[in-house]
């Protein structure tokens, strides 16, 4: 399993107490699956992504990635497990204003430390992936709302990692772009293996996904796996 969360309890100070943000979650994504992850606001996905992509850790439970148990790291260890092997798509294209957007694709291949040309050539492939090579020399402020949100994508998959993030990517968007959006999300799953997880207010969104899981005051509710054929074998 690529991305396992395994009895997942998170409470944050509140006041006098603790509020139970998480309350002994368990999620398992194999590579090339997309689970959604839906609920009402507050009910704790954003803290369960937070969790997955190692950012928070847990008060109880284990959170598992391609083997590594990323709960047993220390702080240097867990940020390197992050850098090599998580994409986290926000809710918000938080592109840098000034750069084209190879080069947003490059600065992230650059900072992992590969050779140039490597760098060059992947991200060219990513823009490609995403429909956007015509669009490759363009900053921020020239693309349109969805075609930021597909270099933020493609950024995002520059590493090369095994499970993906993704929270409500499609707020910014109109119903057509965000339904592209989430089609290109549900492709590139399953091209580049990625165990892809997908926070969502919007039922609509529900169709791409391998398997829903609901949650309600910090627990899951509801599992719900479409009836689709599993796209993988571990
Ligand atoms: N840093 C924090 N400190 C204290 N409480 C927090 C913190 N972050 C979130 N919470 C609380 O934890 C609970 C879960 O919040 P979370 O952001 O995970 O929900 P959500 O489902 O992502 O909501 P939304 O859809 O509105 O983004 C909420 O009651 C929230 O108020």
Redesign the pocket.
């Known amino acids: 399993m690529t991305l396992l969360l395994d009895d997942i309890t998170l409470t944050?100070?509140?006041g006098d107490g603790r509020?139970t943000?998480l309350d002994r979650v368990g999620l398992r994504v194999p590579a090339g699956g997309l689970t959604a992850v839906v609920?009402?606001?507050?009910?704790?996905?954003?803290?369960?992504l937070a969790v997955a992509a190692t950012l928070v850790t847990p008060d109880s439970g284990r959170v598992v990635i391609d083997g590594t148990e990323a709960t047993a790291l220390t702080r240097t260890e867990s940020a390197e497990l992050r850098r090599r092997a998580i994409g986290i798509v926000f809710q918000q294209p938080n592109l840098l204003p000034s750069l084209t957007a190879l080069e947003q694709l490059q600065v992230m291949a650059h900072l992992e430390g590969r050779k140039p040309r490597e760098v060059r050539d992947r991200a060219r492939e990513l823009l490609d992936a995403v429909d956007l090579s015509a669009q490759s020399h363009r900053r921020p402020h020239q693309l349109s709302g969805g075609q930021r949100q597909r270099v933020n994508i493609a950024r995002a998959l520059i590493n090369e990692p095994r499970v993906l993030l993704v929270d409500e990517p499609t707020s910014a968007l109109d119903h057509e772009r965000g339904a592209a959006v989430l089609d290109l999300l549900r492709n590139l799953t399953q091209e580049r293996r990625t165990a892809t997880v997908l926070?969502t207010?919007d039922r609509d969104h529900l169709t791409v996904a391998d398997e829903v899981q609901e949650?309600r005051d910090?627990a899951i509710v509801a599992i719900d796996a479409p009836a689709v054929s599993s796209p993988c074998g571990d």
């Open positions: 944050y100070p509140d509020l943000a609920g009402p606001s507050g009910s704790g996905k954003s803290s369960l926070v207010h949650m910090g």
